[in-house]
Protein backbone atom coordinates (compact mmCIF):
# COMPACT_ATOMS: atom_id res chain seq x y z
CA UNK A 1 0.00 0.00 0.00
CA UNK A 2 1.27 3.33 -0.53
CA UNK A 3 2.48 6.10 1.93
CA UNK A 4 -0.90 8.23 0.25
CA UNK A 5 -3.53 5.75 0.65
CA UNK A 6 -2.06 4.75 3.94
CA UNK A 7 -2.41 8.72 4.76
CA UNK A 8 -5.63 8.86 3.96
CA UNK A 9 -7.03 5.72 5.75
CA UNK A 10 -5.30 7.02 9.00
CA UNK A 11 -6.97 10.09 8.30
CA UNK A 12 -10.72 8.82 7.63
CA UNK A 13 -10.27 6.56 10.47
CA UNK A 14 -9.51 9.65 12.94
CA UNK A 15 -12.15 11.65 11.89
CA UNK A 16 -14.52 8.68 12.38
CA UNK A 17 -13.25 8.49 15.72
CA UNK A 18 -13.33 11.96 16.16
CA UNK A 19 -16.76 12.35 15.15
CA UNK A 20 -18.19 9.20 17.81
CA UNK A 21 -16.94 11.62 20.45
CA UNK A 22 -18.02 14.09 20.05
CA UNK A 23 -21.64 13.44 18.96
CA UNK A 24 -24.21 15.74 22.02
CA UNK A 25 -26.86 13.50 23.30
CA UNK A 26 -30.04 15.74 23.69
CA UNK A 27 -30.77 17.58 26.70
CA UNK A 28 -33.75 19.41 28.01
CA UNK A 29 -31.56 22.45 28.42
CA UNK A 30 -33.29 24.98 26.35
CA UNK A 31 -37.76 25.14 26.11
CA UNK A 32 -36.95 24.19 22.20
CA UNK A 33 -35.09 21.39 23.14
CA UNK A 34 -37.82 19.93 25.97
CA UNK A 35 -40.59 20.15 23.55
CA UNK A 36 -38.94 18.33 20.69
CA UNK A 37 -37.51 16.27 23.57
CA UNK A 38 -41.64 15.70 24.29
CA UNK A 39 -42.30 15.08 20.90
CA UNK A 40 -39.85 12.67 20.32
CA UNK A 41 -41.02 10.55 23.67
CA UNK A 42 -44.99 11.33 22.47
CA UNK A 43 -43.66 9.56 19.07
CA UNK A 44 -41.75 6.50 20.63
CA UNK A 45 -44.78 5.67 22.89
CA UNK A 46 -42.55 6.11 26.30
CA UNK A 47 -44.84 7.66 29.14
CA UNK A 48 -42.45 7.31 31.67
CA UNK A 49 -39.73 9.41 29.63
CA UNK A 50 -42.09 11.94 28.80
CA UNK A 51 -43.52 12.32 32.60
CA UNK A 52 -39.33 13.12 33.38
CA UNK A 53 -39.25 16.22 31.29
CA UNK A 54 -42.63 17.78 33.75
CA UNK A 55 -42.05 19.34 36.35
CA UNK A 56 -42.34 17.78 39.72
CA UNK A 57 -45.32 19.01 40.96
CA UNK A 58 -46.72 18.84 37.39
CA UNK A 59 -46.01 15.72 35.96
CA UNK A 60 -48.87 13.58 37.41
CA UNK A 61 -51.58 15.81 36.20
CA UNK A 62 -50.82 14.37 32.39
CA UNK A 63 -52.59 10.76 32.47
CA UNK A 64 -51.80 7.81 30.47
CA UNK A 65 -54.61 8.71 28.01
CA UNK A 66 -54.04 12.18 27.92
CA UNK A 67 -50.80 10.79 26.55
CA UNK A 68 -52.41 8.51 24.22
CA UNK A 69 -54.30 11.56 22.94
CA UNK A 70 -51.25 13.89 22.35
CA UNK A 71 -50.41 10.92 20.38
CA UNK A 72 -53.06 10.44 17.88
CA UNK A 73 -52.23 14.42 17.25
CA UNK A 74 -49.10 14.82 16.47
CA UNK A 75 -47.18 13.97 13.29
CA UNK A 76 -44.21 13.72 11.64
CA UNK A 77 -43.92 17.71 10.36
CA UNK A 78 -43.61 19.73 13.42
CA UNK A 79 -42.52 23.24 13.77
CA UNK A 80 -41.39 24.97 16.74
CA UNK A 81 -41.49 28.75 17.97
CA UNK A 82 -40.63 30.36 20.86
CA UNK A 83 -42.64 32.23 22.98
CA UNK A 84 -42.22 34.51 26.20
CA UNK A 85 -45.33 35.66 28.30
CA UNK A 86 -45.37 38.87 30.35
CA UNK A 87 -47.98 39.32 32.66
CA UNK A 88 -48.17 42.59 34.82
CA UNK A 89 -49.37 43.53 37.82
CA UNK A 90 -52.46 44.63 35.93
CA UNK A 91 -53.39 41.48 35.25
CA UNK A 92 -52.79 42.45 31.46
CA UNK A 93 -50.59 40.05 29.24
CA UNK A 94 -47.77 40.33 26.22
CA UNK A 95 -47.24 37.51 24.52
CA UNK A 96 -43.40 37.65 22.81
CA UNK A 97 -42.74 35.84 19.71
CA UNK A 98 -38.59 35.38 19.34
CA UNK A 99 -36.67 34.28 15.51
CA UNK A 100 -34.81 30.99 16.20
CA UNK A 101 -31.20 31.60 17.56
CA UNK A 102 -28.80 30.42 15.14
CA UNK A 103 -25.60 28.87 16.27
CA UNK A 104 -23.59 32.16 15.38
CA UNK A 105 -26.15 34.29 17.03
CA UNK A 106 -25.74 35.55 20.18
CA UNK A 107 -28.53 37.59 20.79
CA UNK A 108 -32.39 36.47 20.38
CA UNK A 109 -34.48 38.87 17.95
CA UNK A 110 -38.07 39.57 18.71
CA UNK A 111 -40.42 38.63 15.30
CA UNK A 112 -43.77 39.97 17.42
CA UNK A 113 -45.45 41.04 20.68
CA UNK A 114 -49.10 40.58 20.54
CA UNK A 115 -51.86 41.60 23.78
CA UNK A 116 -53.09 38.62 24.72
CA UNK A 117 -57.20 39.48 24.87
CA UNK A 118 -58.98 39.21 28.13
CA UNK A 119 -60.88 35.89 27.19
CA UNK A 120 -57.67 34.41 26.87
CA UNK A 121 -55.69 35.45 30.07
CA UNK A 122 -57.44 32.32 31.73
CA UNK A 123 -55.56 29.61 28.98
CA UNK A 124 -52.50 31.07 30.27
CA UNK A 125 -53.50 30.81 34.22
CA UNK A 126 -52.68 27.94 36.43
CA UNK A 127 -54.99 26.26 38.13
Same mark, same amino acid.
Given at each position: M??V??????????? +?? $?????? =??? #?????? @?????????????????????????????????????L?? +?? $?????? =??? #???T?? @????????????????????????K?????????????
Amino acid at each position: MNTVKKLFIIIALLS +IL $TSCKTK =KVM #EPDTPT @NAAWLMKFQIDQGNYDAFQSLFYEDTGDQVSKEKFQNLKE +IT $TAGTNF =KNY #ELLTFE @NGEMFLIEFAPKQEDEEEYKIVDVKVVPEEMISFFKHK
